[in-house]
């Protein structure tokens, strides 16, 4: 597939190059391209043609210049001598421009280059001026319609506004003139009135003009989706070809490259778990080339292409990146110790992320984290999220608490098989075949504890104290036969491994003992049924056995009576 992708950018590419050719052609002049010159004129020729033309042109301006000053010296007016002396001097510099050409016919040097003065200074500002004005000039061409139709509606919005002003002065004027009587104000008030609606009259006219100014720009823009269209297809006349052409260019450059690397990661060497630096080194490089050479293919488009307003937003976007890079130097230092493997997280050592231990298998702009234990446990990582974790050896250590089928006890209460663990869920069968689920790192916060292997039933049984004679020797020893014997019956001689039985507690109204029992990982789906036949097995023996099971009791001490009348 990537094969495929591959070979439709760069034919793509090819077909935009053949376009492109054509056009350079006709972007570089602005004037007609003058006709080839015939296949057998040579380069000689060529230039003999050019000097034979320079040197017919000198002549000419030669007698020019001969003639004007042989005028000059006649008796003429001021005005007349001033005209010619300007003529002698603009011949003079065209002479001047045509002997230099000539050298440079005959020598190929540009004179001009060699007599101009070295400048050291560096202007900032009229740098930046320059490498803004195309950008600039381009921005004003894209927005010229908008910024037009706009400038209009605030200029028809002003006339409204002063046509209402005219139009109530002219009213008030009128109303001023039928009130007044006096022969002196009335010619006065009329003339004022003339005034003013000749003034409304203009501004009538500036304003009907706008509107139909407005009214012409906003059909030929045809409404919003008509300005998007138009602003979109000028720009892909223009820059889009060129835009285009860069993007397929890059995406070739770095698609190959990156295939080419993915080739390369077959290699023995590279897949190896203890690289040496010096191919480390190598790698950072390589992936270093890889980013600018698709720079570069970008910027060499558009200075091929000669359009330089790409290329200055080009260049300031890197300048951009540069800028705003300078402020997260530290971070790229330590992503290239990481890169390097020589940060705090290094290839082959266990890391914890998120909660899981993993296996740092590679480290590189996507590092890749492993862990057997967990189903689909293999996750990339960006460097930027390895930067503040610590690695450390720890080859024997378990990567899980447990593994698919085996029984676990949880801090919860739950008992159940484990049927499926991922970096994001455990999933645990539970007796009668309901199913639970909980998120990995819950998991791991309820202690669980693995059956698989072996485990021990740990229960509490208790005596009267009126067997307080017997109780440290006679009763432990035979209920610690009789549990083992009937365990072994249970599940299997071979699945019991420990039984004991030991006084722990005189406690309240009952001797406590406390029994332990060891059994294999075979019976661990009957942990529930093991901690529920101890006890059983118990109660058979004091039957057996005449042993009271004592119960609760609440014992209630009566006070001195008199030590309580005294203190009535």
Not at 139 to 152: D, G, M, W
Not at 173 to 200: F, G, H, M, S
Not at 365 to 372: D, G, I, K, T
Request: hydrophobic share 40%; with cysteine.
């Amino acid at each position: 597939m990537r094969a495929l992708l591959l070979r439709f950018i760069a034919r793509l590419t090819a077909v935009l190059l053949l376009l492109q050719t054509g056009s350079f052609a006709q972007s570089s002049a602005p004037k007609p391209a003058e006709p080839p010159p015939p296949a057998e004129v040579s380069v000689t020729g060529l230039s003999r043609t050019a000097l034979l033309a320079l040197g017919t042109s000198i002549k000419e301006v030669e007698g020019d210049l001969k003639t004007e000053r042989e005028r000059l010296k006649g008796k003429l007016p001021p005005d007349e001598k001033t005209k010619i002396e300007a003529h002698i001097k603009e011949l003079g510099e065209k002479r001047d421009q045509l002997q230099k050409n000539l050298e440079f016919v005959v020598t190929g040097i540009d004179t001009l280059t060699l007599n101009s003065p070295v400048n050291d200074t560096l202007d900032l500002s009229v740098e930046t001026r320059e490498l803004l004005l195309p950008i600039i000039q381009e921005l004003k061409q894209l927005t010229a319609s908008p910024r037009e139709v706009e400038s209009l509606r605030r200029e028809a919005t002003m006339l409204r506004q002063r046509s209402a002003l005219f139009s109530e002065a002219v009213q008030r004027i009128e109303e001023q003139i039928k009130l007044e009587n006096a022969a002196v104000l009335k010619p006065l008030l009329t003339e004022l009135l003339d005034n003013w609606q000749k003034r409304l009259k203009e501004a009538e006219t500036e304003l009907a003009v706008a509107e139909f100014k407005l009214q012409e720009m906003e059909v030929k823009r045809g409404g919003v989706f008509g300005a998007i269209r138009d602003v979109t297809s000028s720009f892909f006349r223009q820059r889009g070809r060129n835009l285009i052409l860069a993007v397929c260019i890059c995406l070739a450059i770095f698609g190959s490259m990156r295939l080419f690397w993915r080739r390369l990661q077959k290699l023995p060497s590279l897949r190896r778990k203890n690289r040496p630096f010096s191919l480390r080194l190598a790698v950072v490089a390589y992936h270093t080339t890889t980013v600018l050479l698709s720079i570069f293919a970008v910027l060499m488009v558009f200075y091929l292409a000669g359009d330089w307003v790409l290329l200055g937003v080009a260049m300031l976007f890197l300048i951009g990146i540069a800028w705003t890079g300078k402020q997260t130097l530290p971070a790229v230092y330590e992503q290239l110790k990481l890169l390097l493997n020589l940060g705090s997280v290094r290839e082959g050592e266990r890391v914890v992320y998120n909660g899981l231990p993993w296996e740092v298998r590679t480290i590189g702009v996507f590092s890749e984290l492993r862990n057997p234990a967990l189903e689909g446990g293999q996750i990339r990582l960006p460097l930027r999220d390895l930067m503040h974790l610590i690695s450390r050896p720890g080859d024997d250590e378990a990567w899980f608490p447990c593994e698919e089928e085996d029984w676990v006890y949880l801090s919860d209460g739950t008992h159940g098989k484990i049927v499926a663990q991922s970096p994001e869920r455990v999933q645990l069968v539970l007796l009668g075949g309901s199913r639970r689920t909980y998120p990995t790192g819950m998991f791991l916060e309820l202690c669980p504890e693995n059956l698989a292997k072996s485990f021990r039933v740990r229960s509490i049984f208790g005596v009267d104290y009126r067997h307080q004679d017997i109780c440290t020797v006679e009763i432990p020893t035979k209920l610690a036969e009789r549990l083992e014997r009937e365990l072994r019956s249970a599940v299997g001689t071979e699945n019991v491994k420990n039984v004991s039985v030991e006084l722990s507690e005189a406690a309240t109204s009952a001797l406590n003992y406390t029994i332990l029992a060891d059994f294999t990982g075979n019976v661990a789906h009957r942990h529930s049924f093991l901690q529920r036949i101890i006890q059983r097995i118990c109660v058979d023996a004091c039957n057996e056995h005449s042993w009271t099971i004592p119960f609760s009791q609440i014992t209630f001490h009566q006070g001195d009576p008199v030590a309580s009348g005294s203190h009535a």
